[in-house]
């Protein structure tokens, strides 16, 4: 019961952390904005290039998708680095809570929200860019879309455990967050990449969700995207395993060496 | 040196310090329009026409603005972190004039995105580089990093009073690099947000930048039909004139700001 106790504490905490530095309105506003600007630069470069609505399809949902690394990304990274500017990173070392349901508590309302971001992008998608969801399979297109955020939060925990170590976690949040956008098949497919890159595509989450995504939208079932969320799955585990790994030993580190806002 | 060129130069020299001190913020500030610019290479790779040029000159265009958006509402708010905002607004120098100077820094250091674009475009993308007109593209490089710098001070005159100035910076990024057409043709855009990118000085900035690299672009540029060597001319014009407007309104927001910030005495808390 303590475990699970710390678990939501620690995610809802971490999450209203970040309004003390955002507003409500400003939060909301940033959630449309983001969604839609992205998408709308990347579709208009699409349109420059060929103007054919099946690639301005393919822009209009990678994008949407990838608004979720906004969140489960961006935000759970800068995790870190908030607690470096507020002070709080000695409170939370100091804790005697168990390390597990704190360090994976603190992405999980961030993967609601990313989920938020991801259903708006696709309004937008629909709305002004003309994605068709008339054959959508919902339920997998759910199914894929909550898959994304939980599997990406845990890359953004991999990233923020990474960046522990570092003063300006923030450098990492930019770094991979937009990254994504290379390695991930959210613009052109990964096929594009050069081959010697290719291999890095599948370390991200992503990558998968995004193909899952483009096929529940063209009416595959759950059945047929199963090994994709099944890969997924198992990349974003091995993230957080990754991730926990990487803070306990940072965590050693910082305390032995003393300098626990200073590394 | 008047004192109002002393203060904006020591600006720019302590941005540019503090650039070299710890040049790991190069990164965020830069790292949106490189990557945007990575993928429209990707994308554009197998297509023919224009496009390496929209996209080289639309990705360090990009840099310029990222940089110079990014720092100006980081700027304010680091001084607000570091308790020192008080100090630069009660020293008897304009704070117009010390951000200016390091608006003109970071529009500068937003040039180092360039580079990195110029580099992966002509290695990894094959792209020509050719610069048909270089006088010209460096009068319009001057220029535009002058209008963009002029932007960022009526962006750092709002972000003074806001606690969501970081938060704006990261919101405005993107919409500003769709609107002033950095990486493709203003024409595709909806009719409404034309005039929108017509007050952006930038925009013209980047038609002049094109049209002294390639002669070519003279038929997709603002002044259809007119001379090259007329159109970068006009381009420019058009460009000065915002710019001065710009430093104008830029002039009485501050006063404003400031006036305003020590009446309330909310300058650190807003």
């Known amino acids: 019961m303590s475990r699970l106790r710390i678990f939501f504490s620690s995610a809802i905490f971490s999450y209203r952390a970040q309004f003390s530095w955002l507003n409500p309105s400003m939060w909301l506003t940033m959630k449309l904005v983001l969604s839609l600007s992205q998408m709308a ?37 800068n995790i870190t680095g908030h607690d470096k500017w507020d002070g709080t990173l000695p409170l939370v070392l100091a804790t005697p809570a168990s390390r597990l349901p704190l360090f994976f508590g603190r992405a999980m309302m961030h993967v609601f929200d990313g989920m938020l971001s991801v259903v708006i992008s696709f309004a937008f998608a629909a709305t002004l860019f003309g ?31 990474l960046s522990f170590y570092f ?71 091995v993230s957080i395993l990754l991730g926990y790994f990487l803070f306990r030993t940072f965590e050693h580190v910082a305390r032995k060496t003393g300098r626990i806002e200073a590394v | 040196m008047p004192q109002m060129l002393r203060v904006v130069y020591s600006a720019f020299r302590m941005a540019m310090l503090h650039w070299i001190a710890d040049p790991q913020w190069v990164i965020p ?14 994308l554009f790779k197998n297509s023919t026409g224009p496009f390496g040029l929209y996209a080289v000159l639309g990705g360090g265009m990009m840099g310029m603005w990222g940089n110079t958006l990014y720092s100006s509402g980081f700027a304010i708010e680091f001084e607000k972190w570091q308790g020192t905002l008080e100090e630069v607004m009660a ?18 250091f937003g040039l180092t995105n360039m580079i990195a674009v110029l580099l992966i475009a002509g290695f990894g993308f094959r792209v020509p580089l050719g610069i048909a007109n270089l006088p010209m593209f460096s009068v319009a490089l001057v220029l535009t990093l002058l209008s963009v710098s002029a932007l960022g ?48 000085g930038p925009t013209w900035g980047v038609d002049a930048i094109r049209l002294a690299t390639s002669q070519d672009y003279a038929t997709d540029s603002f002044w259809k039909g007119v001379n090259a060597n007329v159109a970068m001319v006009l381009d420019l014009a058009v460009m000065i004139v915002i710019t001065l407007i710009y430093a104008a309104v830029a002039v009485v927001l501050f ?12 300058l650190v808390e807003a």
């Open chain 1, 131 to 161: 994605v068709n969801f008339g054959n959508a399979n919902m339920l997998a297109l759910a199914v894929t879309v909550f898959l994304t955020a939980f599997t990406m939060a845990g890359f953004g925990l991999l990233i923020g455990g």
């Open chain 1, 167 to 237: 003063r300006e976690p923030i450098v990492f949040a930019n770094i991979f967050t937009y990254i994504l956008l290379i390695f991930c098949g959210v613009n052109f497919p990964v096929q594009d990449l050069p081959q010697i890159v290719q291999p890095v595509s599948y370390a991200f989450p992503l990558t998968y969700g995004v193909a899952a995504a483009r096929m529940t939208i063209s009416g595959a079932t759950l059945f047929d995207i199963s090994i994709l969320l099944g890969q997924q799955l198992v990349v974003g585990l």
């Open chain 1, 41 to 77: 630069f990347f579709v208009f470069v699409g349109l420059f290039i060929s103007g054919n609505p099946a690639v301005i399809h393919y822009i209009a949902i990678g994008n949407a998708l990838q608004t979720v690394s906004w969140n489960v990304v961006f935000s759970v990274i």
């Open chain 2, 29 to 42: 500030n830069i790292i949106a329009p490189f990557i945007f610019t990575t993928v429209a290479l990707t």
């Open chain 2, 255 to 266: 006063k404003m700001v400031e006036k305003r910030a020590r009446t309330t005495g909310t």
């Open chain 2, 153 to 200: 001070l009526i962006f750092a005159s709002a972000f003074v009073l806001s606690r969501s100035a970081q938060t704006l910076t990261n919101g405005l990024e993107i919409p500003l690099y769709i609107i002033s057409g950095s990486m493709f043709p203003i024409a595709l855009l909806p009719f409404w947000i034309h005039p929108a990118a017509y007050i952006l």
């Open chain 2, 91 to 108: 020293t008897p120098s304009k704070l117009l004039h010390v951000i200016a100077g390091r608006s003109v820094s970071n529009a500068l």
